[in-house]
Each structure stands twice: as structure tokens, then as C-alpha cells.
């Protein structure tokens, strides 16, 4: 496995808030490593301090406490002027968008480069830069139209183009899809997928819902009470979640996890497998099987995802279906659902 | 009916509204966006700035103009020299500028204020200092709320041209108020209410034709 650089490391990260005499805390000694070229999700349900997190980052809230280490250098420290810089190369998109209503697209593309300083580029350069980030979210030919005439997933590709504008390293997503309906928000994370792999572009995202981590991100983190409670390669996260949040956010409650506590038997599929395992499992071990929960997706003909199955009743029956399953290549465990 | 005295009055009504109107916003526009960014909700916020020119613009706001003008008499000797400005239309426009900046402040206040914060916020994240907030997102996103505000002081300047008599300003609703309270032209008088009616509506109407041209909020979605 090649060897990966960490862009952004977060230490020991306190956020609280003040709110008449009561001091709301919201983030609680929090840590975090994002490597170059990760696209890193950060899930929790509302009011988590996900929105806090990625706000950090950036500095638009100063955290009380902690560190963030980019470039070897400890943020916080910064003065406006570094921030300032620094932030050229953390963009953000947010939920709405927040583009300029009164200036075209293309001139809200072309913000980023009227605010840098030194060596300004001139107008023309700037039309002709913002136009190629425009082409480059497949907006070109809506230059010069406002935004009001351009519905929600267009004005996320716009808030991406300016974005990108300052040649970020790092691009922060706050809940950037989750005013999209579900076709728009799937373009958008391609989007952003195919900026991630052509530009080496760092990706940071915000959502509460487990199908957008899923969908783009390698990594990632799952915040509950204020801290980071699992954390990792998606793929150990998703096939194995120990916490009770993590297992609500993958199962997306299609099992109620608090009501019942059956025992069941959870089958992971990596792709080792193509046979019907079920039906195989019915005709060889002469048992009956529940299904509990499936979560899989056939791709290039293996089957990926998970289920759970109620166990057996009699012992040697459990016993003879998890043989069976360890035959076969599939992993399994016993999970309390 | 003396139609020289009616154009004469009218002219100097325009003169005084412009040239009071100007002024005000040199110094209301700037003051307006300091209260803004001072304020909780802005991009540099310090109550102790804030109160100090909150108090300022309220103290100028709640002394009627009447007793400005009597109060602000030296100031006008100081800027058009002693006794000189007498019987001509700007020895309005101290009184005038005094008692409209301080609205013209708060006008602008009330438009940056309706800016969304997620803009502004957008902006920081791109990197931009608080100047540049100011002039590239907040001014120009303001715009046609600007605008309105704007017709809106123009409108109450106008009012407050009627005070002009008392120091021989002239206007037309002094114009008016005289042919009126004599009785010798109640016709004059009738005509002076008319222009001025015309002149407010034409400000109040256009400005906000205006805004709502300028505006790109809705024209096509």
C-alpha cells in the first residue's frame, strides 16, 4: 500500500458556544487526520457539531481549543492575513449555496480572483479563467444568466466553479447536497469525485445521510456527543460499525435496533462470491433462513453489501450454516439486532 | 397667480433637496455601514463604537428641524460666511444635512442588513478581508434595496424643505404656505401642493421602478 501524506490533522479540537450563561459545548476534544486526496465524510445525525467541525477548519468559528496542523503550521495561530490566504486554499460550498444574487454567474465565478491581491490578473484573464472553470462544471453557457434563473443543482456547480477558482487544496463540503433532490445530489458527488481524482483534489464532506458518504468517500468519520465515536477506510466502518450510532446510520433504521434483541447473524459480501449463497444455503443445510436486513449491490457480477439473517434455532444448526458460510468465502457475525 | 415666483420656488425646492441630499449620503452612507459592521450581527462587531454613533445619529434624528436650523445657525455663518447666505436657497442645506443623515445612516443600515449572512459568509471563505466584503459583496448585493432607501430620504428631505421660510430659504412649500396663509393666492397655493405632489411621486414611483429593475433576484426564476 503506497505510503499516504496527511494534508490536515486536527488535535484535540474544543468548540463551545455561549449562549446567555450557559456554555453549549459542541465539539469535545476532537481528532482527526485527513490525507491527500481522501474524500473524507463526516456523518452524525443534526445538532452534532458537524456543521461546527467543518467551520473550524477554515476558521469562519475559532475553535476554544486545539490544533489544526495544515502545511506543518498550527492555524489557529494565524494572523488575518494568513487566514486570509490560508483560505484560498480551504474553499468551502454550503447547503445553500450562497451565490451573489445580483451578479451573474460568471462574475460570481470571477469573485475569488477580484480578491486576491498582488499580480491581479486582468479582466480578460479573469473572464477567460472563470470561463474554463464554468466549462469544467459543464456551465459554460450559462455565464451569463443570474442565478435566480438557475435551479438548485446548477447553482451548486457554480458555488464549485468559484470555489475551485483560488486552486484550492482542500474543498469543504457543508451538507452541499442536501437541498438537492436525490438524481442532483448523485451528479454533484460525481462531480466532485471527478475533481478529486483529476486535480488531486482533497475532499472534506459534511451530510447526515449514510447514502452520500457511501457513494464518493474513502474515509470516514461518524460524530456523536460531541466527539468522533468511529473512524477509518469506509469499508472497515461500513462492514464492521461498533457503535449503536454508527449501526443506526447504516442500517438507516430499516432495523430497529432498540425494540428488539434477537440474535442474528450478519453476512458481509466483499465480491469473493457470485453463487446464489442463500438459496445454496436453504438446499444444503436443510434449514429455513430469515431475512432480517439486505443491503447488496451486484457489481461486475460479485455481490457487495451485507445482510442479516435470524439464526436457527437449534445450536447444530447455527453451527452447520456458519460452516457453510465460512465455505463459501463470506464473513460472519453475530450481531444483537 | 405670479408663475415667476412658482418656478423660482421650485428651483429652489430641486437645489436644496439635491445638494442637502448629496452631502447627507457622503456622510450617511459611510456612517450607515460602520453602524452595520459595529453591530452584532456584523462583519467587525464592537458595542462601544456602536453606541457611540447609534447616539449620534438618534440625537440628530429626535431634534426637530425647526430647532436645528435655529441651533445650527453658526455652522452655516462658519460654511457660507456671516449674514451672506441670507434670502438664498442653501442657507438650507446645513439644517437639511443635519437632519437627514442620521436617517440616511439607518437606511443604509436596514438595506445591508437584509443581505443574507450565508453570502457574506461565502465571501469569507473565498478569502476576502472585511473591506472587500463591504465594497464587492455587500454594496452590491444591497443595491436595489439601496436604491429605495434612497427615494424614501429624498422624499423626507423634501419635507423638510418646508422649514425653509423661516430663514428666508424659500421653496416651494413655504411658496405655498405663504400665498395660503394671506389668501391672496389660493390658486398659487393649490399649484405649489400640486408640484409638489408631482416631484414626490416621480422620486417615490421611480426609485423604486428602479430598484425593482435592478434587482436580479426574481426577473427570471
Known amino acids: ?337 | 397667480m405670479n408663475w415667476q415666483y412658482l418656478f423660482t420656488a421650485l428651483y429652489e425646492t430641486v437645489l436644496m433637496t439635491i445638494v442637502s441630499t448629496t452631502v447627507a449620503y457622503l456622510i450617511g452612507l459611510p456612517l450607515g455601514v460602520l453602524l452595520h459592521e459595529t453591530s452584532k450581527k456584523g462583519l467587525r462587531p464592537n458595542k462601544i463604537v456602536n453606541a457611540i454613533l447609534g447616539t449620534i445619529v438618534n440625537i440628530f434624528r429626535s431634534v426637530p428641524c425647526l430647532l436645528l436650523i435655529i441651533v445650527l445657525i453658526p455652522v452655516t455663518n462658519l460654511v457660507f460666511g456671516k449674514g451672506s447666505w441670507s434670502g438664498n436657497w442653501y442657507s438650507m442645506v446645513v439644517p437639511l444635512v443635519f437632519a437627514s443623515f442620521g436617517f440616511v445612516a439607518r437606511m443604509v443600515e436596514q438595506s445591508l442588513s437584509e443581505v443574507p449572512y450565508g453570502v457574506i459568509e461565502a465571501a469569507r471563505s473565498l478569502g476576502a478581508s472585511n473591506f472587500q466584503i463591504i465594497f464587492r459583496v455587500l454594496l452590491v448585493e444591497a443595491g436595489p434595496s439601496l436604491i429605495s432607501g434612497f427615494a424614501v430620504c429624498v422624499v423626507s428631505i423634501i419635507g423638510y424643505t418646508s422649514f425653509a421660510g423661516y430663514i428666508a430659504g424659500g421653496g416651494l412649500i413655504y411658496q405655498a404656505f405663504t400665498w395660503g396663509y394671506y389668501g391672496t393666492e389660493k390658486v398659487g397655493m393649490w399649484v405649489c401642493i400640486l408640484f409638489v405632489v408631482i416631484v414626490v411621486q416621480i422620486i417615490q414611483e421611480g426609485g423604486l421602478w428602479i430598484s425593482k429593475k435592478v434587482d436580479k433576484r426574481r426577473n427570471l426564476g
Open chain 1, 1 to 337: 500500500m503506497e505510503k499516504e501524506t496527511v494534508i490536515l490533522k486536527i488535535e484535540n479540537l474544543y468548540k463551545s458556544f455561549k449562549q446567555k450563561k450557559t456554555v453549549n459545548e459542541v465539539l469535545t476534544d476532537l481528532n482527526l487526520e485527513v490525507c491527500e486526496g481522501d474524500i473524507y465524510g463526516i456523518i452524525g445525525l443534526s445538532g452534532e457539531g458537524k456543521s461546527t467541525l467543518v467551520r473550524c477548519i477554515n476558521l469562519l468559528e475559532r475553535p476554544d481549543n486545539g490544533k489544526i496542523i495544515y502545511q506543518n503550521k498550527n492555524v489557529i495561530d494565524f494572523s488575518n492575513k494568513e487566514v486570509r490566504d490560508y483560505r484560498k486554499e480551504v474553499s468551502m460550498i454550503f447547503q445553500d449555496f450562497n451565490l451573489m444574487n445580483q451578479s451573474t454567474v460568471l462574475k460570481n465565478v470571477m469573485l475569488p480572483y477580484k480578491l486576491a491581491n498582488g499580480n491581479r490578473m486582468n479582466q480578460n484573464e479573469m473572464k477567460e479563467a472563470a470561463l474554463k472553470l464554468l466549462d469544467r462544471v459543464g456551465l459554460k453557457d450559462k455565464a451569463n444568466y443570474y442565478p435566480s434563473a438557475l435551479s438548485g443543482g446548477m447553482k451548486q456547480r457554480v458555488a464549485i466553479a468559484r470555489a475551485l477558482a483560488s486552486n484550492p487544496k482542500i474543498l469543504l463540503c457543508d451538507e452541499c447536497t442536501s437541498a438537492l433532490d436525490p438524481t442532483t445530489a448523485n451528479s454533484i458527488l460525481d462531480l466532485l469525485q471527478e475533481l478529486n481524482k483529476d486535480l488531486g483534489l482533497t475532499i472534506i464532506i459534511i451530510a447526515h445521510q449514510m447514502s452520500v458518504i457511501e457513494r464518493v468517500c474513502n474515509k470516514v468519520a461518524i460524530l456523536s456527543g460531541h466527539e468522533i465515536v468511529e473512524k477509518g477506510k469506509l469499508s472497515d466502518v461500513f462492514i464492521n460499525p461498533k457503535t449503536a450510532i454508527a449501526k443506526s446510520l447504516i442500517y438507516s433504521d430499516k432495523i430497529n435496533t432498540k425494540m428488539s434483541d434477537e440474535k442474528g447473524l450478519r453476512l458481509t459480501f466483499d465480491g469473493n462470491s457470485d453463487e446464489p449463497i442463500l438459496a445454496l444455503l436453504i438446499e444444503r443445510c436443510n434449514v429455513l433462513v430469515n431475512i432480517m436486513y439486505a443491503d447488496t449491490k451486484v457489481s461486475e457480477g460479485k455481490v457487495y453489501g451485507q445482510m442479516i439473517i435470524k439464526l436457527p434455532y437449534y445450536e447444530e444448526d447455527v453451527q452447520k450454516v456458519k460452516d457453510f458460510l465460512i465455505n463459501h468465502g463470506v464473513s460472519i457475525e453475530e450481531v444483537t439486532i
